[in-house]
């Protein structure tokens, strides 16, 4: 049983351009978590998914940045127009549902960096 | 809304001497509690875990935590430290009655002094 994977692992962009992250759950997992890990401040939450909907977005910047987990395929967390701020690691965890009594399984991230 | 406080940003602490690592969390009727460890370059991976019964738990590679409903903390110990624990720690929270996130802490890095 293959763990969560991210990909890239490394994603470089230029001021404006789009980033696209992607992260396929472990199998059978039906939540995503989207997280981000800057120096010194620790994981910031960013949005919570199940398949086709978005349960917790509160830590998403309403501009810019939008996450998705379709039926079929890998969650993807879009970041438009990136700007140097947001350079950071970019990390994603998948669980099952919650009142399973289940942690959250982590892939290795994404480090986005904005040149 | 659950919150997780980690006073330490950074434990120094010699090869084989014990360690601390603190974590408070905001009151609840009930709790869910993590710790999990980064090594460097490296996603998290789960330590050890409170769900119900006992409140002391332990991982495989000797640490081990006690959940204390009193003091809402969820402390991190091991007896004796070895230089390949050194590695950003995480004290994380989430609410078992709810379909609610995950909320981690600001993360303690652990210095292993020679």
């Known amino acids: 049983n293959a763990g969560v994977m991210q990909n890239p692992r490394h994603l470089v962009r230029r001021r404006g351009q789009e980033a696209r992250l992607r992260c396929s759950p472990m199998k059978g997992h039906s939540h995503v978590y989207w997280y981000r890990q800057l120096p010194e401040e620790g994981l910031k939450f960013m949005v919570y998914?199940?398949?086709?909907?978005?349960?917790?977005e509160s830590g998403m910047p309403k501009e810019r940045f939008s996450a998705e987990f379709p039926k079929e395929g890998p969650s993807i967390l879009r970041i438009q127009q990136v700007v140097r701020g947001d350079s950071a690691a970019y990390f994603c965890?998948?669980?099952?549902?919650?009142?399973?009594?289940?942690?959250?399984?982590f892939g290795q991230g994404t480090r986005l960096t904005v040149v | 809304a659950q919150s997780v406080t980690q006073l330490d940003s950074q434990v120094p602490v010699f090869e084989e001497a014990p360690v601390e690592l603190r974590c408070n969390y905001s009151?609840?009727?009930?709790?869910?509690l993590f710790w999990y460890v980064q090594y460097p370059n490296q996603g998290l991976q789960l330590l050890l875990k409170y769900l119900s019964g006992s409140t002391l738990v332990e991982s495989i590679n000797g640490f081990e935590a006690e959940f204390n409903k009193s003091q809402t903390s969820f402390h991190l110990r091991k007896p004796s430290v070895h230089i390949s624990d050194t590695a950003e720690y995480f004290c994380?929270?989430?609410?078992?009655?709810?379909?609610?996130?995950?909320?981690f802490g600001k993360g303690t890095r652990l210095h292993i002094l020679p």
């Open positions: 009151s609840s009727v009930s709790v869910y």
């Open positions: 998914l199940q398949k086709e909907n978005i349960i917790d």
């Open positions: 965890a998948s669980s099952l549902p919650p009142y399973m009594n289940t942690e959250a399984f």
């Open positions: 994380a929270v989430s609410d078992p009655n709810r379909d609610d996130k995950i909320i």
